[in-house]
């Protein structure tokens, strides 16, 4: 199992979030401009004024949606951290107080995908794990899926703590969220503002 799925399914079931809607937005999306690009392409290309009329008004209301969204990110994000943040503590305590030999594969398999990837150890470092000088083996660079359920040493352990490098990881997948929909509405705004001094010169031919 993916860490992407096993996060993304453990935050979609307990707080009814559902993280890959994402995914389907940007493909939606992506879908959208292609149709919009083929009205300006056919209307830059055959001077048809009803073409380009079409395409400035279907531009101008995607502008209008990235910049509700953008919007909504900006008010959403101290959320989206919260969430994240409780997520991570609710997994990890439920495999620390449960101890190494009582937590089950269902329990490690969150804790293992945050540590194996952001490579960190328990929430605040490896003392957060009370396990008499254990750690879990995801903690250390050895780690494999087959060594799920097992310990290493705390000496060999990351010793980052996952949870300000999880919410640096979501800042920064945040940031670079703002930036991809900036940089696509100043495009297609330079789109509109070609396709109106195109429709001028047609204008001034005609």
């Given at each position: 199992?993916?860490?992407?799925?096993?996060?993304?399914?453990?935050?979609?079931?307990?707080?009814?979030?559902?993280?890959?809607?994402?995914?389907?937005?940007?493909?939606?999306?992506?879908?959208?401009?292609?149709?919009?690009?083929?009205?300006?392409?056919?209307?830059?290309?055959?001077?048809?004024?009803?073409?380009?009329?079409?395409?400035?008004?279907?531009?101008?209301?995607?502008?209008?949606?990235?910049?509700?969204?953008?919007?909504y990110g900006f008010v959403m994000r101290s959320r989206a951290e919260d969430m994240v943040a409780e997520y991570i503590t609710d997994a990890f305590?439920?495999?620390?107080?449960?101890?190494?030999?009582?937590?089950?594969?269902?329990?490690?398999?969150?804790?293992?995908?945050?540590?194996?990837?952001?490579?960190?150890?328990?929430?605040?470092?490896?003392?957060?794990?009370?396990?008499?000088?254990?750690?879990?083996?995801?903690?250390?660079?050895?780690?494999?899926?087959?060594?799920?359920?097992?310990?290493?040493?705390?000496?060999?352990?990351?010793?980052?703590?996952?949870?300000?490098?999880?919410?640096?990881?979501?800042?920064?997948?945040?940031?670079?969220?703002?930036?991809?929909l900036l940089i696509i509405i100043i495009f297609l705004v330079a789109c509109m503002v070609f396709a109106c001094c195109s429709k001028k010169e047609?204008?001034?031919?005609?």
């Amino acid at each position: 199992v993916s860490t992407q799925s096993t996060v993304s399914s453990g935050i979609n079931a307990e707080y009814g979030v559902d993280i890959n809607i994402a995914a389907y937005v940007v493909i939606v999306l992506g879908a959208l401009l292609l149709l919009v690009s083929f009205f300006g392409f056919f209307g830059a290309c055959t001077g048809k004024h009803s073409l380009l009329n079409v395409y400035l008004v279907m531009v101008g209301a995607v502008v209008a949606l990235l910049v509700a969204v953008l919007i909504y990110g900006f008010v959403m994000r101290s959320r989206a951290e919260d969430m994240v943040a409780e997520y991570i503590t609710d997994a990890f305590d439920s495999v620390n107080n449960a101890t190494s030999s009582n937590a089950t594969v269902d329990q490690f398999a969150v804790v293992n995908s945050i540590q194996t990837v952001v490579e960190c150890c328990g929430t605040t470092g490896p003392s957060y794990w009370s396990w008499g000088g254990q750690v879990p083996a995801s903690c250390c660079s050895n780690f494999t899926t087959s060594m799920a359920t097992e310990t290493c040493n705390e000496a060999d352990a990351f010793t980052d703590g996952c949870m300000d490098s999880s919410e640096k990881l979501v800042k920064d997948a945040l940031l670079a969220l703002v930036i991809l929909l900036l940089i696509i509405i100043i495009f297609l705004v330079a789109c509109m503002v070609f396709a109106c001094c195109s429709k001028k010169e047609y204008e001034q031919v005609a």
